[in-house]
């Protein structure tokens, strides 16, 4: 059974919205720090935006700053990112991961150096008139 499973992802054209939703175990989603990355064609991985175990506190990255924005909600085992104002240079695949014991911002910037073990799959989000 995966510990995360992300949805929404889809086809939106530019200046529009869509919100993903990552489905966590009920474990993870009572202790962990959880994020959303993505990787688009021929790029590396970016952390997005992550968020803290109790909720209370949010990394967002300068890319998405004003447009993005993460929360949580531990009682339905859910982090949800909502995505206003799309750009092309969005499209990218997204991904959401756990970790113990990490701030959010270490986790969104510094993830590379800790070996991250808690994936979900992904999901596509095209930005494309």
């Known amino acids: 059974q995966s510990q995360l499973v992300e949805s929404g992802g889809g086809l939106v054209q530019p200046g529009g919205s869509l919100r993903l939703s990552c489905a966590a175990s009920k474990f993870i989603s009572d202790y962990y720090t959880i994020g959303w990355f993505r990787q688009a064609p021929g790029r590396s991985r970016e952390g997005v935006s992550c968020?803290?175990?109790?909720?209370?506190?949010?990394y967002v990255s300068d890319s998405v700053k004003g447009r993005f924005t993460i929360s949580r909600d531990n009682a339905k085992n859910t982090v949800d990112l909502q995505m206003n104002s799309l750009k092309p240079e969005d499209t990218a695949v997204y991904y959401c991961a756990a970790e113990r014991e990490i701030t959010v911002e270490a986790m969104c910037t510094l993830w590379r150096n800790y070996n991250l073990g808690i994936w979900g799959q992904g999901t596509q989000v095209n930005v494309s008139s």
């Open positions: 968020v803290s175990s109790s909720g209370i506190t949010t």
